[in-house]
């Protein structure tokens, strides 16, 4: 077997909010790596590549001072999430070593997927070469993942990973993921600080979908998961990706409550009380 291994790794500019009295700054970086893979029974064929990518605003300071816990949070949310914790032993302290990190994890996915193909490829006949270098594949699958600060609401930093991927099929996948971190208290944030019943607040969400009333995705509401959400302007909003509560055509479903109507139902926490403006 070929294959023609493309990397790619690059480092930006610093960025910085400044908001209710909180200064966060953070780096930016990016990696990429691209794997091309052509079948030599198929002369014509100009292949196949798959590209994984991922991007970070890391690390993440707060007015002028580290946050060992924070950054901590956010690479195992984003980075953790899909491959085994071992290949971060420790925890980098610099926006280079972490890049570093992520660029091997890239590639040992890559890796992973070429291995698959070839034992494919070893049971129809012979392995895969690569004979077209020059020319751009037919097929083009990727995997992206990008992880940013959104906004941030009182003491709370919202961040966001944004996904998005293409293995085949009629159309690509695509989410976003948000991650709070209370400056303050020094700990990420959980729904069940913000409300005093869970359970109470998912009933209510149906009630505030503005989509067609028809809609049947809530019917087993027990099932949806509503511990993907942010807090903006005195609203409660709960994300939902596509096919979690409604078809691939309504996208990524936003679904915001008031936080008066949540403390009129006597449903926030002195925490969530906190939140309001």
Partial sequence: MKAKFLISFMLLAFGAWATSGINVKTQHFEVSDSIRMFDPKEPQDLGFKFTKSASADWPVTVNGKKCPALNEFLVESVFYASHNPKSFPNIPEDVNTLAGCVKKWVHDILRENVMVQEYTIKEMGPGIQDISPDKEPERCWYETVDMKLNHTEGNILFFVENGSSYYGGAHDTYGASYYPFDVALNRPIQLKDIVTSTSKVLRLIPKYDKRDKDC???????????????????????????????????????VPIPLKTLLSKKLLTKYGRSLLK
Avoid: A, M, T
């Fill in 216 to 254: 049947k995705w809530y019917d087993d509401v027990h099932e949806v998961d509503i511990e993907n959400f942010y807090v903006k302007g005195n609203k409660l909003v709960f994300v939902f990706q596509p096919y979690q509560v409604g078809p691939f055509s309504d996208g990524i479903v936003e």
